[in-house]
Antibody, heavy 114, light 112 residues
C-alpha cells in the first residue's frame, strides 16, 4: 500500500526557517515524482513544484520559485519542503503527493505569526 | 501558465441523481508524448485530496465505477452517474502536461 506520511503541524514566527518532511513507503521511492501542494485556509489547491527522487531534479511554479526549496533523500525515501524565511502569508496546509499516480500525504499545517 | 476553468463552481444534487462537472483548459493538454495529462481529484471535507481519474478517463485504484471522465484537447468532463452521500466534497481538475502544473478552482458538490 502506498503511504506518504508527513511531519506534524508547525507554529513559527515570520523570518524563521522551516523544513517539513514526507516519508514514502509501499513503493519504489525513486520511480515516481513527488509534488508539493499548498492549500490556504478555505481555498483551492496550488501546485508548488515537484522533485524526481531518482536524480533530485526539480521544477517549481513561478509563484513559489525562490521562496521554497524542494529536496529528497532517497536513502530514507523522504522528500522535503523548506523555507529559509517564513512569512505570515505562508500559513497554509501543505500536502506532498504522487500527483500522477495517486497517493497523498495527510497534510502538514504550517502557521506563521507576525 | 495553462489556466483551468471549472463549471459550475457549486453543484447541489439529489441523492441518486447524476452530476456533471466541466473543465476547460486555456490551451491543448495533448503532450508531445501523445498523452493528455488531465486528472480529476476529490477532496472530502476535512480530508486530503485523492486521485479519482488520470489521463482523462482512467479510474484510479479503488474508485467506484459511478465516476467517469471524458473529453479531449481543451474540454473535459467528470460525471457521477448516481450521487451518493459520500461523494460530497470539492472536485478539482488538474493538468500535468506543461509546467507549472495547474488546478481548476474547484467545484463543490453538495446534497440538496
Amino acid at each position: 500500500e502506498v503511504q506518504l506520511v508527513q511531519s506534524g503541524a508547525e507554529v513559527k514566527k515570520s523570518g524563521e526557517s522551516l523544513r517539513i518532511s514526507c516519508k514514502a513507503s509501499g513503493y519504489s521511492f525513486t520511480n515516481y515524482w513527488i509534488s508539493w501542494v499548498r492549500q490556504m485556509p478555505g481555498k483551492g489547491l496550488e501546485w508548488m513544484g515537484r522533485i524526481d527522487p531518482s536524480d533530485s531534479s526539480t521544477n517549481y511554479s513561478p509563484s513559489f520559485q525562490g521562496h521554497v526549496t524542494i529536496s529528497a533523500d532517497k536513502s530514507i525515501s523522504t522528500a522535503y519542503l523548506q523555507w529559509s524565511s517564513l512569512k505570515a502569508s505562508d500559513t497554509a496546509m501543505y500536502y506532498c503527493a504522487r500527483l500522477l499516480r495517486g497517493g497523498w500525504g495527510q497534510g502538514t499545517l504550517v502557521t506563521v505569526s507576525s | 501558465d495553462i489556466v483551468m476553468t471549472q463549471t459550475p463552481l457549486s453543484s447541489p444534487v439529489t441523492l441518486g441523481q447524476p452530476a456533471s462537472i466541466s473543465c476547460r483548459s486555456s490551451q491543448s493538454l495533448v503532450h508531445s508524448d501523445g498523452n493528455t495529462y488531465l486528472s480529476w481529484l476529490q477532496q472530502r471535507p476535512g480530508q486530503p485530496p485523492r486521485l479519482l481519474i488520470y489521463k482523462i478517463s482512467n479510474r484510479y485504484s479503488g474508485v467506484p465505477d459511478r465516476f467517469s471522465g471524458s473529453g479531449a484537447g481543451t474540454d473535459f468532463t467528470l460525471k457521477i452517474s448516481r450521487v451518493e452521500a459520500e461523494d460530497v466534497g470539492v472536485y478539482y481538475c488538474m493538468q500535468a502536461t506543461q509546467f507549472p502544473w495547474t488546478f481548476g478552482q474547484g467545484t463543490k458538490v453538495e446534497i440538496k
